[in-house]
Every structure is written in structure tokens, then in C-alpha cells.
């Protein structure tokens, strides 16, 4: 049994290079919607958050306050002390 060289012509050879090239760049296309769709749900989840924060006002002053706190990125249920 002889041992035979495969050669495939440039084309073919181009034309799965392509093939390649597609796959990961169609994966990563998914991947991409995919990582913004749940950017989009993690913002969305994070502003009803902060509205609701914001609803548990009892007046003016505790309304700004938890606006700042907001500004600051800091939460009154989370700074408050025992």
C-alpha cells in the first residue's frame, strides 16, 4: 500500500476557511444578542428596583435623600445601622 498525498485545490481550501470563519462569527453573533438581552433584562430588573425604592418614600426630604443615595450607588437598605 502506497502512502498518497491529499491536495486540495486553493479553492476548496479557501471555501472551508470561510465555512470556519462563518460558524464562529455567527456564534458569536448569538452570543452577543444573547449577553444583550440579558444586559436589557438586568437594567430593566435594576430601574423597577430603584422605582420602588424610590415609591417607599414617606416625604419630600426622604424622597431626596434616597435620590442621592441612588446618585451615589448606595442603597438605604443598605447603609443603615442597628
Wanted: glycine share 6%.
Amino acid at each position: 500500500m502506497s502512502t498518497a498525498t491529499l491536495h486540495m485545490p486553493d479553492a476548496l481550501v479557501t471555501a472551508m476557511r470561510a465555512m470556519g470563519h462563518g460558524i464562529a462569527a455567527t456564534t458569536h453573533a448569538a452570543l452577543e444578542r444573547i449577553g444583550n438581552a440579558l444586559s436589557r433584562s438586568i437594567e430593566e430588573t435594576r430601574r423597577e428596583q430603584d422605582e420602588a425604592y424610590l415609591a417607599e418614600a414617606t416625604d419630600c426630604y426622604d424622597l431626596e435623600r434616597r435620590m442621592r443615595d441612588l446618585d451615589r450607588g448606595s442603597r438605604g437598605a443598605f447603609t443603615w445601622t442597628y
